[in-house]
């Protein structure tokens, strides 16, 4: 170990003789995007490798025991977790956010191999969830303990995080440009000159990795027959509407499903219940078995009774208004199965279940068309794939993610109008309904989410403990004037001063002003008490319940120039504005590119 830290050492003053910064950061960037695309290959493998072990046995058999694989594979990640890696398993890209806001971008070692054992097993054995998210977060952590050893600063950590996130998904998707606008969209980056060239060849490093690793394998293997006819116009206003409505039910159930399962205190619990929950709608609708991609390929290609698989309604499925009740179910369910996996202990991604609700509830809106009687004919495939922008524009409010996502992996440019018609409807809605998506709900609320305002940025990136002043000499309330005089006033260098009792609770305050009148009055040095000119301060900074937001408005409504920093109840120093506004000004110009 020492030896390394010498060699890196040697590397580091190498470095800075010969290359610029400029150039290293690009340069470390690249190596981002191969290691994420690195993650990303291996997390699809050894996912794939699961399922191909599964499939000759269990799930292709002919007794159909493939539902009961979920507790399995849930009770190998709850034994992961409490044996090996012992702290709860976080949601991907929300733990990300919340590390470049509060954490500096700091991500422990943990989450680089968690996520490789975690999210293979769940979604191996059939979990309802996706592997981009935990690609992002692996690619993420290697990213953060990688720019750590090499000494990068935290804002430039910030940008290669988002070029790790940019390389997982390019790997996956093989979508170099979709990839660097979720990193836009998603981590609240700005696009600048200075950020652009390295998420370009972190995403041009990742997909070809992809490329080198798994050949020309593509996703989606369909070709857009159909191009874009203006009279289908009146139906993509009406997916995109479908999709709002679609993108807010999935919201509102993913929380609704995690507070449900937040009353069972113990693991154990959740694993059962959800493990059986998930079986059971396994049993019923199999397509909402593990990630969903062969699902959606096979609607793509028009074969809806093979996308359903075997079900208890094999006897009605020449009945198309029978298919499309079942596709229906897959959208209404498959949200449902997605948020059991997770809060019954399981790691993934919500990113592809998306695309798979998004692809059901397009396909069923065109069958709907079709067979409605009114004579309209519209093309299933190119609504099973705007279907899947839409959801991912309401959902995860990346309408350009969602548009450049489908254009690229499917080469469906062709359908450029139609998705930017659907995304948007479906965007605009959502985010009128909901202030914030599943990736940022939980971090809005702790004031702890970046954002693309840059003062809202900024006092999120501030911290508190930075702007705490504790050069205050304290006094007590039964002191007289001549005691606080002598052991206070003379050797403070402040014009306040807090009143403490025994257990250093906050009483109250003393400004110098308070006591100038009194100050020579040396017939009152005994008689006169703190508690007597004593009051209470005009406002109270509450420690790690006030987020900075709230703190500047305190200062704001207060007009204060110091105000006193109380943690249950206990002193711990003050907050001046002249400090905070100094503070606040260099994190904008450490911020701003």
């Known amino acids: 170990m020492a030896n390394t830290k010498v060699y890196i050492r040697k590397f580091l003053k190498w470095r800075y003789k010969h290359i610029s910064n400029k150039t290293f950061i690009q340069l470390v960037s690249l190596l981002i995007g191969f290691l994420a695309g690195l993650v990303a290959v291996t997390l699809k493998n050894s996912t794939y490798f699961i399922e191909s072990l599964l499939e000759n046995g269990i799930v292709s058999s002919g007794n159909q025991l493939y539902f009961i694989l979920p507790i399995v594979g849930l009770t190998l990640v709850y034994l992961y977790v409490k044996f090996v890696n012992k702290h709860p398993i976080e949601h991907a890209v929300s ?51 990688l720019s750590r050893l090499l000494h990068i600063d935290a804002k430039t950590r910030t940008l290669l995080i988002a070029c790790a996130s940019t390389g997982a998904i390019a790997s996956i998707f093989q979508s170099p440009i979709a990839a660097i606008i979720f990193a836009v969209e998603v981590f609240s980056l700005d696009l600048t000159m200075l950020s652009v060239l390295p998420l370009l060849l972190a995403s041009i490093s990742g997909v070809l990795t992809s490329y080198f690793f798994l050949g020309n ?13 203006l009279g289908d116009v009146p139906f993509y206003v009406i997916l995109g509407i479908g999709t709002a409505i679609a993108s807010i039910y999935f919201t509102k159930m993913y929380f609704g499903i995690l507070k449900i399962f937040k009353r069972f205190k113990s693991p154990k619990y959740k694993l059962l219940v959800g493990g059986i929950l998930i079986g059971i709608m396994l049993y019923f609708i199999p397509p909402l078995y593990g990630e969903g991609f062969g699902f959606i390929n096979e609607l793509l290609d028009g074969n809806h009774v093979k996308a359903l698989g075997k079900t208890p309604f094999d006897a009605f499925i020449d009945n198309i208004w029978v298919v499309i009740a079942l596709l229906f179910g897959i959208t209404i369910f498959k949200a449902i199965a997605m948020t059991t996996t997770f809060a019954a202990g399981g790691a993934g991604g919500i990113f592809i279940p998306t695309m798979v609700m998004g ?36 959902v995860i409010h990346a309408p350009l993610t969602a548009i450049f996502l489908i254009a690229e992996i499917t080469g469906g440019y062709a ?39 840059k003062d809202q940025a900024v006092l999120t990136l501030m ?10 000499k304290p006094v007590n309330a039964e002191m007289t004037l001549g005691e606080m005089l ?51 301060a005009p406002e109270y900074i509450f420690y790690k319940e006030d987020s900075m937001k709230q703190v500047m408005k305190k200062f704001q409504e207060s007009g204060a120039w110091n105000l006193p920093v109380i943690h249950d109840g206990t002193y711990m120093g003050f907050v001046s504005k002249s400090k905070l506004l100094t503070a606040y000004r260099r994190k904008l110009i450490d911020y701003t590119p």
């Open 217 to 229: 394998e593509v996703l989606f293997n369909h070709a857009i027959n159909e191009g874009f006819e």
């Open 463 to 472: 911290q508190l403990d930075d702007v705490i002043e504790t050069n205050f």
């Open 359 to 394: 692809s059901a509830l397009g396909n069923v809106v065109a069958k709907v068309i079709n067979n409605i009687g009114l004579g309209f004919e519209v093309s299933e495939s190119n609504f099973t794939l705007i279907g899947m922008a839409g959801l991912i524009a309401g």
């Open 415 to 453: 359908l450029f109008v139609p998705l930017m018609i659907t995304a948007s409807i479906s965007f605009l809605i959502t985010k009128n309904a909901l202030d914030y998506n599943i990736y940022t709900k939980e971090l809005a609320q702790k004031d702890a989410l970046l954002t693309h305002n």
């Open 486 to 536: 002598t052991k206070s006033v003379a050797k403070s260098t402040r014009n306040i001063f807090p009143v403490l009792d025994k257990d250093e609770k906050m009483v109250g305050i003393v400004l110098l002003d308070d006591i100038r009148e009194f100050m020579f009055k040396t017939d009152l040095y005994k008689t006169l008490f703190v508690k007597d000119v004593m009051h209470a």
């Open 95 to 145: 733990s990300i956010l919340y590390s470049l806001s509060k954490q500096k971008g700091l991500l422990s070692v943990k989450k680089i191999y968690t996520p490789l054992i975690a999210a293979p097993l769940t979604v191996g054995f059939g979990g309802s969830v996706g592997l981009l998210g935990p690609a992002v977060k692996s690619g993420a952590a290697l990213s953060s303990n």
